[in-house]
């Protein structure tokens, strides 16, 4: 069991209804907890769309997590 | 030499200037402005938002790029987040050079980079009162129109 | 949709107001500025001269093939006349578009057409107290060195 | 027997001291003129690198000329 900080933006902030949420979880890594989050908030995005970012840096799929990580999920970007 | 997220409008007299250089013969900029409609549908205005850390290390990082890959003296990206209109002004970029090809260059790439790898979202809201963000749509399964 | 010959400064802003437009997305500007170097050699101040008449004549119909040429809402291009210092503003063009490839095009096109082809002359005063006419050097005959 | 208004631009106007002149001449076309002015003046640039004018608009070489017209021959240009 690991304790992790996750920060919601965008279409996932809204459809979770909040920015940010301190959660324990027994995934392994990043796309598992999505996976366990999507079930829960339903989330519209398959994972496949997105990209993760942890502890303020982009990691590639699954990115292992550890205790006490940050973990954002990246929708498809918009800028511009 | 540098990118940055804006919550506040942004200031392109102020902007250019600071590429200012005697060295430089050329200054292409590029300006994103909030259009009234996107794939033919209207639209009033445009909430965009960022992962503010992480848009300014991506975005510091393709500017690094731009400097490596062309021959130019000065490079200011600007993003904005919140609330736009329409006619607002929603990313600022600007290079200068010696000559001319590279600004054109490296500005170009320096929008098309930021476009395609920034941590920043479009909300856009249409006339009939929906919203979307975009590029998140998915088929079937949900929809916020 | 506009070419025109200036003899006093440009401002920058007021032209870049002139393209706005509720359906455009983008806009490229492109400055030519005046530098302190040309092939190596130090530039202390230009002066540019040019068949006014003609000038704008050919302009205008560089302005009308790149509206033909590309998918653009808007047009400007305004050439400075008269004696410029190092960092002066010699020319500027903005073009405004629903998407930022066209404008980027656009924009392009329309310098590299004005360089080629506008009966416009460029005289460099060089550091030594020289000075020479761009483009008119002949070998050997004549030199204004 | 023409007569003729010369305008000079930049470099020729310079070589030629003077930005106008209304002359008389026997050339028959804008390129003989200027060989018959380049003998007189020193103009250093070759016809080849020129273009003409005539009464305010391109004029492909030889340019032929009448009684009245306005030339210009123009320098290289050097714009932006």
């Not at chain 2, 856009?124 to 975009?134: L, R």
Request: charged share 25%; net charge neutral; with cysteine.
């Amino acid at each position: 069991m690991k304790t992790l900080r996750v920060q919601y933006f965008a279409i996932l902030r809204e459809q979770r209804g909040q920015a940010e949420e301190t959660l324990s979880t027994t995934a392994g890594d990043a796309a598992a907890l999505y996976e366990e989050l999507r079930a829960k908030h339903g989330f519209t995005l398959p994972v496949a769309r997105l990209r993760a970012a942890v502890n303020g840096e982009f990691a590639a799929w699954p990115a292992p997590l550890k205790d006490g990580d940050e973990v954002v999920f990246i929708p498809p970007v918009a800028g511009g | 030499m540098s990118f940055r997220i804006a919550a506040s409008p942004l200031d392109p007299a102020a902007l250019k200037a600071s590429l200012a250089d005697a060295h430089a013969g050329a200054c292409v900029t590029f300006e994103g402005w909030v259009r009234d409609h996107n794939d033919g549908r209207p639209v009033q205005a445009l909430d965009y938002e960022a992962y503010g850390a992480l848009a300014e290390k991506e975005g510091a990082r393709i500017v690094a790029e731009t400097l490596a890959k062309f021959p130019v003296t000065r490079v200011v990206c600007v993003h904005r987040t919140g609330s736009l209109k329409i006619g607002d002004l929603a990313v600022w970029i600007g290079v200068a050079s010696a000559h001319r090809g590279a600004a054109f260059d490296a500005c170009r790439y320096l929008i098309d980079e930021v476009k395609a790898r920034v941590p920043i979202w479009k909300k856009e809201h249409y006339a009939d009162g929906a919203t979307e963000w975009i590029n998140c749509a998915t088929r079937g399964e949900f929809s916020d129109r």
